[in-house]
């Protein structure tokens, strides 16, 4: 469950909520604290987004949610900032923001990012973000009192053979949980986050089983937000790569997800799928454990390290990205 913080969160009449812009503050997390520093635009960022470019150099923009914005790791530690350093000439503008779904993403892209003039664009998709689409509401723990809150979001329907977008303006303020039912008040525990899950795939059930079918509603509204951002960046170069969960990196399952985000890949010439999974697999048991916290399922350092070697790795150079499918650096 996310964490609401009137220390980094504010409200956004399209999105739901951005990061506070200017912001500077320690994080408590189970592994010390990290740091969250945003930009004026209201991103986490060492440095502003400028709409002007720089001479002889590419833009990539990305989108996700917090595990690509960073939850528990400091700015420099995440995967784009690793990315950065990684490809020559490219800058590279992260406007993922935590606890997002798939379609405030679009949004994000839509209202905000779509004015920085990016040459390529980064869509990092988390699994579970498959069920945030079409719900209006978002648990968050708050830091203060403790208490769970919803809030207001965005969400997205399915209309014959478009979308329909619905709560646009997001109101503002939250209800509180309530007192039987609804979202539990503490934090995700050992059992509800490692335990039952593992249960799970160790039955060979996968824990996004949305993925498993083509035909399932949810997936179906995904890929018609994922086909929608697509349509609307005019040829320039997409690159898919879905973030597996700890369940594919940690117990082996097949990565069936693959196969839905493949179908995208290949009905849109300018769309390159990118499979960071095999970096995960190639490391040790002890170290494919170390890519995630204790208790917070988020990538640790290593496993952001991890996610921008594959991404370089993989990537073609910025404005010769568009072509066939590509799997573990590979051409599919």
Known sequence: MRHWSRQI????PVVGWLYVPGLR??????????????NDTGFRSEHEFSKSRS?????LAVLGDSMTAGDGVSNGQRYTDRLHHLLADTEVYNFAVSGTGTGQQLLIHEDIAVDFDADAFLFAPALLNIERNGSG????????????????RPYFALAGNGLERHNIPVPKGFRPAPPSGGAPARKPNWISNTLK??????????????????????????????????DSVNGKPVILAPLPSWHYIELGLRPVYLGRFREIADRHDNVTLIDVLPGFRALSGASRRACRFETDLHFTPLGHEVV???????????GSVSGPAVTNGSPS
């Not at 070697?309 to 150079?317: N, T, V």
């Open 9 to 12: 969160l504010t409200h956004h």
């Open 25 to 38: 503050a320690r994080i408590p997390h189970e592994a010390g604290a990290y740091w969250v520093n945003t």
């Open 55 to 59: 001479a002889g150099l590419g833009r």
């Open 137 to 152: 509401e978002a648990p968050f723990l708050d830091r203060a009192s403790g208490e769970v809150r919803f809030y207001q």
């Open 197 to 230: 899950p593992a249960v799970r795939g160790l039955l060979g059930r996968h824990p996004f089983a949305q993925y498993l079918s083509g035909q399932d509603d949810a997936w179906r509204l995904m890929a018609a937000i994922l086909d929608a951002f697509i």
């Open 308 to 318: 921008a070697e594959q991404l370089a790795a993989a990537m073609p150079a910025l």
